[in-house]
């Protein structure tokens, strides 16, 4: 007798043996027994999980010499035809290449004959919804008002392409996914009956594979049989399928706690050297992070595919993470993955990946960003505001401002802060800091006005866009400690957005004008503006874009080649 591959030798004969979709089966059986058989059935989910053995069980209960029976006897002319797929009644049809109004018109002239010897002429089509529209159409009738004793049973992966008029002549039903475990479960009792001798280790990388299809699972432990033998050890089924190993993955989360960049640049050349797959190692990457974000969130490690040794491992290193590093992790790894799969670089884009997690700062909760900005402003208020320092003197509010080349979050205080702060009680300041306040020299408006345009351009180097809204005010007012600015009444945008810059533009001018002040911006509400500025504002269009045209050699090409000129 020729060899007959595990999937088929344990395909179940009757709907007890079928597991894991009991709610399917159940409800069947309950139609037979009531006599209560639809026309149509629709059967969707993944791959391998029984759809089209069910379909199978449900023509020979229905044909069966003793049936309609919900125990069909597998003995008679009409079971074994069916289960040797050569019954005259149960037409098996793949959608996938029988798919046009032919082969559908074709199908309903069939309907004409009534079923012989069997008691239903049962049609199942796989793989559906790969007919065509047409062939959908040219169904719709027959599904509606089908012949008697006519049954059609429809298969397929993807339920959401079938027409929902086909759908709405159905009853559906939806098969579940197998678990790991579930699997592991089955193989072992497989491989006690083909006497198999394999380990714990092995099974979970083959439901692993399998990702929720008996079927798969079957057809996987077919190959590694014929590769190892009845011997089989997790590193032979870990070398076929080229599987790769855990510790790699606990390798990258040890780097990552290390910070170390070299290790990741090691590492990426080691997979690359042995030939993995970058694509495959980042999704079990995300895979192993995902183990570390359900230990961290306290729930049950057995939603975990792995070992128990590697359980005890997540658990040792759980509290190197917060959840929110977790999540980063994750995004990381998956933004990477996309990117090498489309890419023709795939090395390049791997090795960036893994620099951005061992790279990534610690994340802070939103809480306590709150909290650092209260204790800013506090300090911010407690300054005093009528002195000045050298040009080297940087505020103490301004040390604690959040450095903006990190990756964590930074926040600026809102144009509705204090217009102006509480001066520092004269008891908590230091003999340093007072000696340093009488010393200083009074700063004129005089001088600031000279040094404005160095302000100006300071600002630039940092925020362009924050350095034009600046160039729309002018200042207009110096003394106790606070810079005035007046903005024009068209520019409240501009103005906004220098407030909500304040920390900013204060730590600059403190580096150019040489004295700590207090940032206030003030409206022109009696249009003195024009009169007091010494530098044009950016609103005047037409003399900035003249200045451009004249410096600007690719401004001029382009008025030229579209005959271009100043409007408004």
């Known amino acids: 007798m020729s060899y007959l591959v595990l999937a088929r030798k344990y395909r179940p004969m009757f709907f007890a043996d079928v597991l894991g979709q009991q709610h399917v089966t159940h409800t069947l059986q309950n139609a037979i027994q009531q006599n209560r058989i639809a ?15 069910v379909a199978r069980l449900l023509a020979k209960a229905l044909n069966c010499d003793q049936g309609p029976t919900i125990n069909p006897c597998n003995t008679c002319t009409s079971c074994i035809e069916i289960n040797e797929s050569r019954s005259l009644d149960v037409f098996e049809i793949d959608g996938a290449s029988n798919r046009g109004i032919d082969e559908v018109r074709n199908l309903r002239e069939g309907l004409r004959y009534a079923p012989h010897p069997g008691k239903y002429r049962i049609y199942i089509i796989d793989e559906v919804h790969m007919l065509t529209n047409e062939a959908f159409n040219a169904l719709l009738k027959t599904l509606e008002e089908p012949p008697a004793r006519v049954l059609f049973i429809f298969a397929t992966t993807e339920s959401h392409k079938v027409p929902a008029t086909i759908l709405s002549r159905c009853q559906r039903f939806d098969f579940k996914r197998m678990s790991h475990q579930f699997i592991v479960e089955q193989l072992q009792t497989m491989c006690r009956q083909e006497e198999i001798a394999i380990d714990a280790e092995s099974l979970r990388m083959i439901a692993l594979k399998a990702d929720g299809s008996m079927r798969d699972s079957q057809s996987i432990l077919d190959q590694i049989i014929a590769f190892a033998g009845k011997n089989i050890q997790a590193r032979d089924v870990a070398s076929l399928l080229g599987i790769i190993d855990q510790e790699l993955f606990f390798r990258v989360t040890d780097l990552i706690q290390a910070g170390d960049v070299d290790g990741a640049i090691k590492l990426a050349d080691h997979l690359f050297a042995e030939g993995f797959d970058f694509d495959e190692f980042l999704i079990g990457l995300a895979e192993h992070l995902r183990n570390f974000l359900v230990v961290k969130s306290g729930s049950d490690p057995h939603l975990i595919d792995c070992s128990e040794e590697h359980i005890v491992r997540y658990r040792e290193q759980i509290e190197a993470f917060s959840i929110e590093d977790l999540l980063r992790l994750i995004k990381v790894a998956a933004d990477a993955e996309n990117l090498v799969r489309r890419s023709s670089n795939a090395r390049l884009h791997f090795e960036v990946g893994l620099v951005k997690m061992v790279r990534m700062s610690s994340s802070v909760q939103l809480t306590t960003l709150m909290e650092q900005l209260g204790e800013v402003k506090k300090k911010s208020n407690s300054l005093p505001l009528s002195s000045s320092t050298s040009p080297g003197y940087k505020p103490s509010f301004l040390a604690q401002t959040p450095n903006p080349t990190t990756s ?10 204090p217009a102006g702060p509480a001066l520092i009680p004269a008891d908590a300041v230091s003999p340093e800091q007072k000696a340093v306040v009488e010393q200083a020299p009074a700063l004129s408006l005089a001088a600031v006005e000279e040094r404005w345009q160095g302000v100006l351009d300071a600002v630039r180097t940092q925020k362009v866009a ?18 005035e600015i007046m903005f024009g009444r068209e520019s409240s945008f501009q103005m906004n957005a220098v407030e909500n810059n304040r920390l900013l533009l204060q730590e600059i001018m403190t580096g150019i004008l040489g004295v700590p002040l207090r940032l206030l911006c003030v409206k022109d509400e009696e ?42």
């Open 39 to 53: 026309n149509a059935y629709l059967f969707s989910g993944p791959r391998g999980i029984g759809k089209t053995t």
């Open 466 to 483: 924050l350095g034009t809204f600046l160039q729309e005010g002018w200042p207009v007012k110096v003394g106790a400690g606070q810079l």
């Open 527 to 568: 249009g003195i503006l024009p009169r007091v500025r010494k530098i044009p504002a950016l609103t005047d269009r037409k003399s900035e874009f003249e200045k451009k045209l004249r410096d600007d050699v690719r401004m001029q090409r382009i008025v030229q080649e579209f005959d271009a000129e100043f409007i408004k």
């Open 408 to 417: 964590r979050p930074s926040a600026a205080p809102s144009a509705s802060a």
